[in-house]
């Protein structure tokens, strides 16, 4: 009975070392976690090192403190949002392809500059560019004749897919 007596404070020193340890563990733990959060959430260094100190200082109430207060996205995920944004802008925008060679062309083209495809039509009142398949000038309210899309070819190579084409002999 004397020697377990004996050994108690050994056993709490150890016990204490242990627990220390993992308290010393837990902090660096969560001051490492806020740290590398911090910085996907924000470019600004005197957050990111106060945020830091905040939690080794008060580990557990600075640790609750800053997950209230951080930012709610990360760096990345606002660019991504930002992205997403500017994509439906742009579909918004009504960015145009061409039918006949799938180039980017301005709202108010009639024709293709690359492959001569007519796009639009002008509205015969108000000269304002026209879908080909609307009837009715939405600018002017002037009745127009509805069209199909179709390539305009400047030569017989473009007709016959790229071979020149030479004239059948009788």
């Known amino acids: 009975m004397e020697s377990l007596l004996e050994n108690i404070p050994a056993f709490l020193t150890i016990l204490s070392t242990v627990c220390g340890a993992v308290v010393v563990a837990m902090v660096g733990g969560m001051a490492i976690w806020t740290f590398r ?11 990111q090192i ?12 600075g640790f609750v403190v800053y997950l209230m207060l951080r930012p709610r996205e990360t760096l990345e995920e606002a660019y991504e949002h930002s992205l997403e944004q ?10 145009e392809e061409c039918p006949g060679c799938g180039q980017r062309v301005k709202g108010n083209f009639l024709y293709c500059p690359d492959c001569h495809t007519r796009l639009k039509k002008a509205c015969p009142e108000c000269n304002s560019a026209l879908r080909l398949n609307w009837s009715l000038c939405p600018y002017c309210g002037a009745s127009v004749t509805p069209q199909a ?3 305009v070819y400047s030569s017989s190579r473009d007709r016959q897919g790229g071979e020149d084409v030479a004239p059948a002999e009788a």
């Open 149 to 151: 899309i179709e390539p």
């Open 37 to 47: 959060d911090i910085r996907a959430r924000s470019r600004d260094v005197l957050a």
């Open 86 to 95: 500017e994509a439906l802008l742009q579909a918004i925008e009504e960015p």
């Open 50 to 61: 106060l945020a830091t100190l905040l939690v080794l200082v008060l580990p557990v109430i």
